[in-house]
């Protein structure tokens, strides 16, 4: 059935395919020693029934004689299952070789018998099998011949007529079968069957270049290897992925990456045909000195523009990445002027996307930007940078410039056209005229703020003036009050009420015709509404402050009322009792101390109002540097500093700080106040006042007596 559907030459029906491949699985269970469809042969008959087998599959005729029989090829039934499907049967054939049987001297002249027959069939003269077929043939002997089986003999001639017939461009059949089954025969073990030379040279001719790959690989001819990826139309993405092996492998040296660097540089618009996004990156990468040579080569190119856009997304993606090397590299190349090439050519690439970039780049001078968008009339993006460097005016003047041309537009086209023809190219004309207006009232009240009055209300004015100017003398002035009334609600707020009342009172176009005292009435009942709103807003506003501020004085007062608590009961000076004075002071940060210590210690000082300023000297120390005047009298018992220089003591720098004369002084002052004092007394009169403050302290006791006084400490103090 199978035979006859082969003959046919039609496709075979699904029943003629189940029948073959019962077929195949009926002859490998067979080959193998077991039954059909499961099971074993009986032990004494496996040998039978493979001779069976092979006899019948080698058959040069078939047994029983019929009238299709006189034309049938030799050996019809290997012929059949060949046609039938070729890498199915050799597969069998391969696990069946794998036998005991066919290991014996007479097993292997069997095999041997077999192989040449399957050559007779496959590659006779008049054969209707496909070079992809024969191909398949060969790789089964291959395989047979890498696994060192000596009892198969194939003649090198018979591989070299298989190489010319699977490089033969006027062959039938698909060119990646047959490259498929080249590559087969050389993945098991037919390097050494093919002649180099032949098989470099057959490959190339006919563009195998996954086989070329595999030579030039082994060959380790890496430059020729880059131009097989580039060539190999199927499968040229996978050269993006070769390239990254050889800069990223540290195995190639780097003479090899430098080869391949100046390849990439020289073919470099072929890689950007591929994949423009991958080849930015790789150059990026692996390639940043050579930016400048590829820049230039590629400058001609009518893809330059998107590849230097590409080129500028790898920058900002990968800003701050890489080696140091690398990144200063990449800084030298991209540089201010670059970017503003790159602006250039958007100018007339893409005028559109160029307000998108300078607003969230800033990489460019405004200048040289401004001038490409005058000469382009790029009229936003010039806009938008003479608001951002502050010249407003001239911004204006670009706005009302364009709001001008599209007044005289709208005038006359309403003159020239009647009330049949033309009106819709009179609502068009009128649509961007409001569009325009639209815009040059928001850039006046982005901008109102930072003009002075006057020119805020020069600009105001002209607006106003441009766009009633024409009510007098078109037919229908409607659209035109409206967007009167529109600049009139959107100045208000930039312009005095009162200027804005004289302003639509003074316009003639405003204040003269047919409906004026209408259109008035309906303008100025506007203004008072709109007046009346901002009066509610104001007074809203007045009283959220009030509360505000109320809110905030009290918990200014609570903060004031609050109560400090000490850390300890001992003065941070002298690490006495606080009781054994008369007055302390508790500071913010827990410390307290004894009045006349802290005022000793500089605890104290007046700002410029005369009022007097406590600070921890634990927290900050403060030693005085200069003394300018003192002031003492009968009455008067404290000193005064009027300039004094704090410096900050921490640590073991206190001991090591180099002090000036003046600090030296006032140190040695108070060491000799430290030691005319008793502390052996004030500790006894500290445990004896233990239990509570007293009225009057140690210091003013009789106990506590003062043994010296420094002549020039420049303090006074009260005994």
Known sequence: EVKIGLASGQPLTQEQIDVGNKLLVYVSGCLAGRAYPFGDVPQDRVKQVKYDIYSTITLIHSRKITPESEHEP????????????????????????EEEEYQTEIGSSQKQRLVDLLLQVMLKEDSVFSPAQVGYLFTFLARQIAKGDRSVVISRDLFSRVLTVLTDPEQPGSREEREDSLLDMLEYGGWHLFDPGHLEAASEGIGFYRVLRMVYSGRKEYIKLFHCYIKDDRRNIQTFNFIQKIFSDDTYSDAVKS????????????????????????????LAKRIPDILAELNSQPFY????????EQRGAAEGLGSPTHQA???????????????????????????????TKETYRPEFVLDLCERHQITDVRVYLLESMNRHTDAFTVLFSLLVDKTAQCVEELDGSSKEEGSCNTDLRMAELNTQLVVVTQFLQRCSDKLSEESREELWCNLLDTISSPIRSVENPEPWRGMVRHIVSTMLGHVGHKKVVSLVLSNASCSSGVDTWAHLKHMLSELIETFRYEERVLESSIQVQDKERLILLRELLLHKKRALHAHGRKCSVCQLSLNTRMRSVVHSCGCAAHVDCADRCGGVRLDATGTEVWSCTTCNPVLPSAVNTIESSENESTATVSSHKRVHITGKEANTQELDENLKQALNSWTAVNKSVDYAELGKYERDQEDGFLADGLLDSDKFKLQLRPASSGLNSDN
């Open 329 to 359: 590299a990449v800084r030298k190349v991209f540089t201010q002027e670059l970017y503003e090439q790159y602006i250039e050519l958007m100018c007339t690439r893409e005028p559109r996307a160029l307000m998108e970039y300078v607003k």
């Open 74 to 97: 030799p050996y019809p039934h290997l012929h059949t299952l060949l046609a039938f499907d070729t890498q199915g049967f050799l597969n069998v054939l391969s696990i069946a070789f």
């Open 259 to 286: 080869e391949i660097g100046a390849e990439i540089a020289r073919n470099v618009a072929q890689l950007t045909r591929i994949d423009m996004k991958k080849t930015a990156h790789v150059v990026y990468q692996y």
């Open 305 to 312: 523009y998107e590849f230097l856009q590409e080129l500028l």
